[in-house]
């Protein structure tokens, strides 16, 4: 992996769960940390459910290996937000991590 080609910021967050005011639960997001990576390739279909179009954007971005990345959690770039689908050592050598997002549109 070169360190050239990790030219995009981006934030990796999990979920938390608090305690409302009313006594209810919420769930917010807080961030696991902030990596640099490579956006490697752009994914879009367009199919329909429940009577409606719908579209979906997948991306994979690859990174330094992070360990404790999962799909739970969300990855926050350029003013988008992405869900985990996976995230993957491809060679099992903790070199790289391969995660590949879904857009929430």
């Known amino acids: 992996m070169r360190a050239g080609e990790l030219r ?39 199919f329909y459910l429940s009577q409606k179009i719908n579209s979906e954007v997948t991306d994979l971005f690859i990174c330094r290996y992070l360990a404790g990345v999962k799909s739970e959690m969300q990855v926050v770039f350029d003013g988008h937000t992405y869900d985990i689908i996976s995230a993957i050592d491809p060679d099992g050598r903790r070199i790289e991590l391969h995660i590949t ?3 929430v549109l």
């Open 101 to 103: 997002c879904k857009e």
């Open 8 to 46: 995009h910021q981006i934030v990796i967050q999990q979920p938390t769960v608090s305690q409302g005011t009313m006594g209810g639960v919420v769930k917010s997001w807080a961030t696991l940390a902030t990596v640099w990576a490579e956006k490697a390739n752009k994914t879009s279909r367009e």
